[in-house]
């Protein structure tokens, strides 16, 4: 009896579709929870427990694990050819929530609504004031860097790299969210008082909303495939990174959220300097006469 063999060109089920949609929706759904258990780590922080706050704590880990979520809908759509337009728009739409606005929530109640109430009056209310300012602009530029990234095809970052790699242009917007999250779970989530911390708060804030939307190039790691056969090298590297986050979860999670960020920052300058450093570069022709 003859096999039969499937059409590459055959459309998957209805059913099919329903997959990555699902992860679209743990990924709003996290992003939702994350907002509350922000509403709810700043009514506990009210009432006079300034310390380590685990509905703060929560909100980080749930930003975090949207992040995770968000990094497989695309790739299962992909691999399983249900790639759509509803898709890509309800996946932008759920962004928003759960790495702008509940990421936003959590940067402002963290870091700024619970200033020392003993410092001078006037400085604390500026410093509300411009931070407010800027996790607004943090949305708005989470908010600009999707909807560049939905019209735009085949995209090329400022400094292009190797050929053989695919770069994000501009750092995505659930690294920019995991970035905030892991430093307020790194900080054991209590609020910050200290207003130079706050200040300092509102320059890190200010620099994810321009990486996010700066042309600069950052691995997007699409060229892995989870299917595709690994070298005993990168399953050692994958194994220590699940370790390290299994048991040292803070000081690993603050790496790899921040360490990722920096990493468009750092191939930017290097790139900057390494032509500077060129022999020959800047000099000029002189010609005698």
């Known amino acids: 009896m003859a096999q039969s063999h499937g059409h590459p060109d055959r459309k998957p089920r209805r059913a099919a579709y329903a997959l990555p949609t699902l992860f679209t929706a743990g990924n709003l759904f996290l992003g939702f929870l994350a907002v509350m258990k922000s509403i709810q780590g700043a009514m506990l922080a009210a009432a006079g427990n300034l310390g380590a706050n685990a509905h703060l704590e929560a909100a980080a880990m749930m930003i975090g694990v949207a992040s995770v979520l968000d990094g497989l809908d695309g790739r299962i759509a992909r691999m399983t050819n249900t790639t759509s337009e509803f898709g890509k728009e309800l996946d932008s739409l759920a962004d928003v929530i759960a790495f702008g606005v509940a990421p936003a ?47 735009t095809t085949n995209p090329q970052p400022k400094n292009p790299g190797r050929s053989d790699r695919k770069y994000f242009v501009g750092l995505p917007i659930p690294a920019g969210a995991g970035m905030v999250a892991s430093i307020v779970y790194a900080g054991g989530a209590a609020p910050l008082q200290w207003w130079p911390y706050a200040a300092a708060w509102i320059g890190l804030i200010g620099l994810v909303s321009f990486l996010m939307i700066s042309t600069w190039r950052y691995r997007s790691f699409k060229e892995f495939g989870y299917v595709s056969p690994r070298s005993p090298l990168t399953l050692v590297t994958i194994g220590s990174i699940i370790y390290l986050i299994w048991n040292y979860s803070q000081p690993a999670l603050l790496i790899i959220g921040c360490g990722y960020g920096a990493s468009g920052l750092i191939v930017r300058l290097g790139g900057v300097i390494k032509r500077k450093l060129r022999p020959g570069a800047g000099r000029t022709q002189v010609q005698h006469g």
């Open 105 to 151: 929530i959590l940067a402002w109640i963290w870091g700024f609504q619970f200033l020392d109430t003993t410092m001078d009056g006037g400085l604390r209310d500026h410093i509300q004031r411009i931070g407010v300012f800027f996790v607004f602009l943090y949305v708005m530029c989470g908010a600009s860097r999707l909807a560049r990234f939905n019209i």
